[in-house]
């Protein structure tokens, strides 16, 4: 059997070789398809990763609630994608915050309202700018490096504001704004903090902080006579509570909500981007997307196999005609589509992390690499050979030998 292995693999090179143009251009075609969902896969798995690192900066002993809807994901992000105000969608609300305060073993609590308005002073206008509510305390749970000033606290006014380093520049061509004012929904605030820039601008929190207004909660629904909360983080007193404290959590508000349960409690490693769902989803397509190339490229090793076997069909008489099995030339054409499709997924791995590369040189996503991105090329790698090798094998395997020695002549 091992001495039949070597002769179809010898077989196999040597037909590559002799045809080592086309044979090139038909692992470029899986090659293709190969790098695109690597690509997808190192980008995603590096975001993920992203994410889950700063989780575990900030502490393992952070909970986040957040709204969740009854309906399917994918139909929550189309409505989410299409409302004028994503603002208005959430269930949470003050009295959550409090109700969770509550809650033994919490030790901090800080809420998120986001507001897209329009930011201005005497010199510019931001007219989509992001307004994030909040309490004291976020800067506890999240120790957000201040270059200038403080962050919000009990003795900062009502109209206090913190500004991150990108806003600040913006608005007042400066990176040093405090003690300046700014309006915000026709009220006037005064900066007293200015973060310091920072470069990863994925979170969990789903806001880019560099380009972010904070200010008290309360005052923001002062202003806008109501605040619905995107995300509450939670402090647990000891990690190893985190469980229990969190399914205190979600039975308090459940009990607030009289049996509602329109939100998620989350924590460790189930803390992750609120988008990614929708990230998912992107994926996802963008993978199908990838699919079909490789399906393409597929396509093309059959065309080329069917193109060799007419090629080799006094090859094949000759064979039958000396005693080879109908079992034995399907083995040579399918081990022949195998290596076809082999190399082009090692080709598509290669050029694949090398976009990956190209990718992180203008954004903050690294190259990720794990054996789930080797698993999934390898079984590409697989099911293409098989699949599309097994027709023009098959053909290959059912002449018969007197018509291929008469096509000899």
């Not at 607030?256 to 992750?272: E, K, L």
């Not at 992180?360 to 590409?380: D, G, K």
Request: proline fraction near 3%; glycine fraction near 6%; aromatic fraction near 8%.
């Amino acid at each position: 059997m091992a001495l039949l292995f070597k002769t179809h693999l010898r077989l196999a090179r040597a037909s590559i070789r002799q045809n080592r143009t086309r044979s090139f251009l038909t692992c470029l075609g899986i090659a293709i398809g190969i790098a695109s969902i690597t690509l997808i896969l190192s980008l995603t798995g590096s975001i993920s990763s992203l994410i889950r690192h700063e989780a575990t900066n900030i502490g393992s002993d952070l909970i986040v609630v957040r709204p969740t809807h009854s309906k399917d994901a994918v139909t929550s992000i189309v409505e989410e994608l299409t409302s004028a105000n994503s603002f208005e969608k959430s269930s949470l609300s003050l009295l959550d915050v409090s109700t969770i305060s509550a809650v033994e073993g919490v030790t901090a609590t800080a809420p998120i309202a986001i507001s897209t308005n329009t930011l201005m002073n005497e010199e510019n206008i931001v007219p989509s700018a992001t307004v994030v509510g909040t309490t004291p305390e976020f800067h506890t749970i999240e120790p957000l490096t201040l270059k200038y000033g403080v962050f919000l606290n009990d003795k900062n006014s009502a109209n206090a504001a913190v500004i991150g380093q990108q806003l600040a520049l913006e608005l007042y061509n400066s990176s040093n704004p405090v003690g300046r004012t700014l309006s915000f929904y026709g009220q006037r605030f005064i900066i007293v903090g200015v973060l310091d820039e920072i470069e990863e601008s994925v979170n969990f929190d789903n806001v880019n902080f560099n380009k972010t207004l904070f200010i008290n909660i309360e005052t923001m629904e002062n202003l806008m006579g109501y605040v619905q909360i995107q995300q509450i983080n939670v402090r647990a007193l000891n990690t190893s509570l985190l469980e229990p404290i969190a399914g205190n959590i979600a039975t308090a508000l459940k009990e607030n909500r009289y049996g509602d349960t329109n939100f998620s409690v989350s924590y460790g490693d189930s803390i992750s981007h609120p988008a990614s769902s929708l990230l998912g989803i992107i994926s996802g397509m963008l993978a199908l997307v990838a699919g079909i190339s490789l399906v393409v490229g597929g396509i093309g090793i059959m065309n080329i196999m069917l193109v060799s076997v007419s090629e080799r069909t006094h090859e094949i008489g000759i064979r039958k005609a000396v005693g080879a099995s109908a079992r034995n030339i399907l083995m040579q054409f399918m081990l022949e589509a195998f290596i076809l499709s082999f190399l082009g997924s090692v080709l598509g791995l290669f050029l694949g992390y090398f976009l990956a590369f190209l990718v992180s040189l203008i954004t903050p996503f690294s190259p990720y690499a794990s054996w789930e991105i080797i698993v999934v090329t390898v079984l590409s790698t697989i099911i293409v050979g098989i699949v599309f090798g097994t027709y023009p094998a098959l053909k290959a395997a059912s002449k018969r030998p007197i018509d291929s020695l008469r096509h000899l002549q």
